[in-house]
C-alpha cells in the first residue's frame, strides 16, 4: 500500500521503517528541514536500537520529505505521528495535530485512510472528522482510525514487530478501513482488537496510567521498607510471582519519566477532572512519582552531611537506558536539584546530552572515570548496563569519598559494600 507518515519522531520514523519492511511503499514527511536532511544522509536522528539499519535496509520503499502536501496528495494512508506535549495546566498540546489538519484540509483530493497514532485525549480523532468537514473536505473523502501505539523507547523496533495487541478503532460500520489495517499489518501476529474511536483513545490512556501507577505503588512500598527493615527487591519480585501481579514494572527508584507517562497521567486527570470525576488514584500516582527525587535528595542530605565544594557524579542522563531521549528524565531533574543544594556536579551518559541550559552550570565528560574520578557521592540514575557492571573496587581507589547513591535499585550493595563503600538505595537492606 503507499503511506504518508506524518512525523519523523521516534514513532513515525520507526512506524515508517517497520511500513517499509512489510512491503508497503511509505513517504515519511516532517516540517524540521535539517530532521529530514539527516534521514536522506542515511543517519537516523535519534538513537534506537536497530532503527537505522532498518531504514537502511528498506529505503528503496522508504522515502523521506518535508513536502507534507505532496504526500498527502500521494498517498492513499496517511499516519499521524505528531508530538502531543504537555500544556502547563496537564493538557495535551494539539497544536501540531491541529496543524496536521489544516494541510490534510488543504490536500486532500481523493479518497483517504486517516490513522492517527499520536495519543490523544478522548473525542480528538471525532474532532479531527468536524474540522476536516469544517474546513470543506468531503466526508466521502476521509475515513478516520485511532490506532494507538504502545512500544517503548529502547525496543521500539521490536515492539511494532511485536506488538502485545494491535488496537484498530472505527466509526460505526466502517469495513473498509478495517481491511485497510489488516493489509497494513498483514505478517503482524498479535491480537486485533478492534473497537470504536473512543475505545482506542482510553485505551492508550490506560495503559499508560496503569504503568505509571504500578511503579509509583511500588516506590510507596519501597519507602515503607526504609522504615521497615524490609527489602524492597523482594517483595517486589515475590509479589510479581502472582500473575494477578506480574513482574514487570515493579522496579523502585527515583520514578518514572520520558515523554509519555508523566504527560499522559496529567492529560488523563486534566480531561477526568474536566469531566466532573475526581482522579484519585491517578493524583496520587502523580503525587509519589513528585515528591520520588525530593525523597532521594534527603536521602543524599544526610549522607554527604556537609555540601559545600562537594562533587557528585551523576550517571546516566536519559530517562530509561538504551535512548538517548532526555524529555522529562529524571536524571536532568535530579541534577538541577543537586546543583541548586550548591553540589558540584559532573554527568556521563553512552548516547544521551545534557540541554543547554543545563550544561550552564553542570559539566558532562564523555567516559564514566571521568565523572567518577575525585567524587564524593555517585549517583546511578539511568540504569544502563554499563553501569550495572561496575567495578567497584576500581571505582574505590578513584573517588574520594564513599557514597554510592542507587536512583535504580539496579545494583548488588553487597558487592558496593564489600569493598568499603557506603549503598543508598530505596527500600533496599
Ligand atoms: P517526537 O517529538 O519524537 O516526533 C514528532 C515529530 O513530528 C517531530 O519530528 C516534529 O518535527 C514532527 N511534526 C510536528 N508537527 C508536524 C507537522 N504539522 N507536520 C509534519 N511534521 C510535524 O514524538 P514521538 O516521541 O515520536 O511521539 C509522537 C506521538 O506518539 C506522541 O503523541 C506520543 O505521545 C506518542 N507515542 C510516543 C511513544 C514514544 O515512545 N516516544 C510511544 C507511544 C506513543
Ligand atoms: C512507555 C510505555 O511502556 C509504552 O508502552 C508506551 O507506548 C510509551 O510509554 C508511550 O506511550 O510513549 P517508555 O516511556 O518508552 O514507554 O519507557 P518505559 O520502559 O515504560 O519507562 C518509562 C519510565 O518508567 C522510565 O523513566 C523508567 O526508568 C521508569 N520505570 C519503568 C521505573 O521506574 N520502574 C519500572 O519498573 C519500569
Not at 177 to 188: F, P, T, W
Not at 393 to 411: A, S
Request: proline letters at 4%.
Amino acid at each position: 500500500m503507499d503511506v504518508c507518515v506524518i512525523g519523523a519522531g521516534y514513532v513515525g520514523l520507526t512506524t515508517s521503517a517497520v511500513l517499509a519492511d512489510l512491503g508497503h511503499d511509505v513517504t515519511c514527511v516532517d516540517k524540521n528541514k535539517d530532521r529530514i536532511e539527516i534521514l536522506n544522509r542515511g543517519i537516523c536522528p535519534i538513537y534506537e536500537p536497530g532503527l537505522e539499519e532498518l531504514i537502511q535496509k528498506n529505503r528503496s520503499r522508504l522515502t523521506f520529505s518535508d513536502g507534507v502536501g505532496e504526500a498527502i496528495r500521494q498517498n492513499s494512508v496517511i499516519y499521524i505521528c505528531v508530538g502531543t506535549p504537555p500544556m502547563p495546566d496537564g493538557s495535551t498540546n494539539l497544536s501540531y495535530i491541529l496543524s496536521v489538519i489544516d494541510d490534510l484540509a488543504t490536500y486532500i483530493q481523493s479518497p483517504k485512510t486517516i490513522v492517527t497514532k499520536s495519543t490523544v485525549p478522548l473525542g480528538t480523532n471525532e474532532m479531527i472528522g468536524e474540522l476536516l468537514t469544517q474546513k470543506g473536505v468531503d466526508r466521502k473523502q476521509f475515513n478516520l482510525v485511532s490506532n494507538p501505539e504502545f512500544l517503548r523507547e529502547g525496543t521500539a523496533v521490536y515492539d511494532m514487530f511485536n506488538p502485545d495487541k494491535t488496537v484498530v478503532g472505527l466509526e460505526d460500520g466502517d469495513s473498509e478501513s478495517l481491511q485497510v489495517m489488516k493489509a497494513l499489518y498483514d505478517g503482524i501476529e498479535s491480537p486485533f482488537v478492534v473497537t470504536t474511536l473512543n475505545d482506542a483513545e482510553l485505551i492508550k490512556f490506560s495503559a499508560n496510567a496503569f504503568l505509571a501507577t504500578k511503579i509509583s505503588f511500588i516506590n510507596e512500598i519501597a519507602r515503607i521498607c526504609d522504615r521497615s527493615n524490609a527489602d524492597i527487591t523482594t517483595v517486589a519480585s515475590t509479589i510479581g510471582l502472582d500473575p494477578r501481579i506480574g513482574r514487570h514494572f515493579l522496579q523502585a527508584g527515583l520514578g518514572y519519566g520520558g515523554s509519555c507517562f508523566p504527560k499522559d497521567l496529567s492529560s488523563l486527570i486534566h480531561s477526568a477532572t474536566n469531566k466532573g470525576i475526581k482522579p484519585a488514584i491517578l493524583e496520587a500516582a502523580q503525587y509519589v512519582n513528585d515528591t520520588q527525587l525530593d525523597y532521594y535528595i534527603e536521602k543524599i542530605k544526610e549522607n554527604l552531611e556537609d555540601l559545600s565544594s562537594k562533587k557528585v557524579a551523576v550517571l546516566g542522563i536519559a530517562f530509561k537506558p538504551d535512548t538517548d531521549d532526555i524529555r522529562s528524565s529524571r536524571s536532568v531533574l535530579l541534577i538541577e536539584k543537586l546543583e541548586e543544594l550548591g553540589l558540584d556536579v559532573v554527568a556521563f551518559d553512552p548516547k544521551a546530552k545534557l540541554p543547554p541550559e543545563t550544561l550552564q552550570r553542570t559539566t558532562q565528560v564523555d567516559s564514566i572515570n571521568g565523572a567518577t574520578k575525585d567524587a564524593d557521592c555517585i549517583v546511578i540514575a539511568t540504569d544502563w548496563p554499563v553501569f550495572k557492571s561496575l567495578d567497584w573496587k576500581e571505582v574505590k581507589k578513584e573517588m574520594k569519598g564513599t557514597l554510592i547513591v542507587d536512583g535504580r535499585n539496579c545494583i548488588d550493595p553487597s558487592e558496593v559494600r564489600k569493598h568499603g563503600l557506603l549503598y543508598v538505595g530505596v527500600g533496599r537492606i
